[in-house]
């Protein structure tokens, strides 16, 4: 869990980390149904992994929801010396598949906190709708539940002081 603050809104995520996984596929195939952004993690000291991208990328277009918000991660960037994946090939890969493109280093912390900042904006701006008719709802229901106080409708008119109530 770890809390990000967005445009003066705390907001709260869940990270799951199903890396080394791969032989418990059924299981990161639920995590997908439920999923509102997802990272897609390779190493760029290793090509292979770089090449399992489309495979991973082809589960979430299948298991994941329709609005889930993706961004292909490029780790170990402070491994210049290792490098097997240049940066314009994640660049390529990321654009093919209409995402975000970060190069980070967990050793480092080199764009970690950018990386979750920008999926969690991406989350909230695509359930920005969502967002917006539940806040309307509920400052709707605020607003009834003080007229209806202030005009003394509440327990059918009864003027009874002294009890409040929520209609």
């Known amino acids: 869990m770890k809390t990000l603050l967005i445009d003066g809104i705390k907001v709260r995520i869940q990270i799951w980390d199903t890396a080394g996984q791969e032989r418990y596929q059924t299981i990161t195939k639920q995590y997908y149904r439920r999923a509102q952004g997802i990272f897609l993690v390779y190493d760029i000291t290793s090509e292979r992994s770089f090449q399992h991208i489309m495979k991973w990328a082809s589960d979430v277009d299948e298991y ?16 210049v010396d290792k490098r097997q994946v240049a940066t314009e090939q994640g660049v390529k890969l990321a654009q093919a598949y209409g995402m975000d493109f970060f190069e980070t280093s967990a050793f480092t912390n080199r764009n970690i906190t950018e990386t979750f900042t920008r999926l969690a904006e ?3 701006a695509a359930n920005k709708k969502d967002l917006d008719l539940l806040r309307m709802s509920l400052n709707d229901e605020l607003n009834l539940a003080a007229l209806e106080e202030e005009e003394g409708l509440c ?3 009864s003027t009874d002081q002294g009890k409040g109530c929520w209609c």
């Open 64 to 79: 994941a929801p329709e609005k889930v918000q993706k961004i292909l991660v490029g780790n170990k960037s402070d491994e």
């Open 122 to 124: 991406q989350v909230l």
């Open 155 to 157: 327990d059918g008119g």
